[in-house]
T-cell receptor, first 113, second 112 residues
Framework: SAVISQKPSRDICQRGTSLTIQCQVD?????MFWYRQQPGQSLTLIAT?????????ESGFVIDKFPISRPNLTFSTLTVSNMSPEDSSIYLC??????????FGPGTRLTVL | KNEVEQSPQNLTAQEGEFITINCSYS?????LHWLQQHPGGGIVSLFM???GKKKHGRLIATINIQEKHSSLHITASHPRDSAVYIC??????????????FGKGTKLSVKP
């Protein structure tokens, strides 16, 4: 299994500012996934972060808005830039385990005023 | 369009009741996941299925590949089972695996 921690667990931010969310895994993993869950909605994949290469973004998400870093095999950050109230969501990081089992972090609950 | 549909959206039960949550999907998949999300937002993986049935404690998950349908059952429900239960599938795309596609979740509330 993989144990994932995220920081911060929650934050309230002002419109126009940026927030960086950290994700730490207790084991080395090839791919890390960043998801967004808007209120009342299902999880949506923002991007896949591979160590040593640029993140792969899903349709509707761009690097300028959601820059991602992946400096090593246990850590990644997601930045939500120039925030607006529509960015209020839970942001989760996730990794694949052996046999494609999924492990998720505790989530970061973001509120943008 | 590849979608994952869950029913019901909301479910209220009395403690001790048997609960069933349903999930249907549209095309061939390589795996189906049942996840549990507590109010704080964190998600725990309950089951990963590609066929048949799995049981863990009071939880049972079944999948019917032909009917493209899965169910999550909770026996002897308890207030601590109150959470959002999410179905997610990984579709097959010509032999390669796609990303996980998530249902909107079923919000379960078990009353004492």
């Amino acid at each position: 299994s993989a144990v994932i921690s995220q920081k911060p667990s929650r934050d309230i931010c002002q419109r126009g500012t940026s927030l960086t969310i950290q994700c730490q895994v207790d084991s080395q993993v090839t791919m890390m996934f960043w998801y967004r869950q808007q209120p009342g909605q299902s999880l949506t994949l923002i991007a896949t972060a591979n160590q040593g290469s640029e993140a792969t973004y899903e349709s509707g998400f761009v690097i300028d808005k959601f820059p991602i870093s992946r400096p090593n095999l246990t850590f990644s950050t997601l930045t939500v830039s120039n925030m607006s109230p529509e960015d209020s969501s839970i942001y989760l990081c996730s990794v694949d385990g052996r046999g494609n089992e999924q492990f998720f972090g505790p989530g970061t609950r973001l509120t943008v005023l | 369009k590849n979608e994952v549909e869950q029913s019901p959206q909301n479910l209220t039960a009395q403690e001790g009741e048997f609960i069933t949550i349903n999930c249907s999907y549209s095309v061939g998949i390589s795996a189906l996941h049942w996840l549990q999300q507590h109010p704080g937002g964190g998600i725990v993986s309950l089951f990963m299925l590609s066929s048949g049935k799995k049981k863990h404690g009071r939880l049972i998950a079944t999948i019917n590949i032909q009917e493209k349908h899965s169910s999550l059952h909770i026996t002897a429900s308890h207030p601590r089972d109150s959470a959002v239960y999410i179905c997610a599938v990984r579709y097959n795309y010509g032999g390669s695996q796609g990303n996980l596609i998530f249902g909107k979740g079923t919000k379960l509330s078990v009353k004492p």
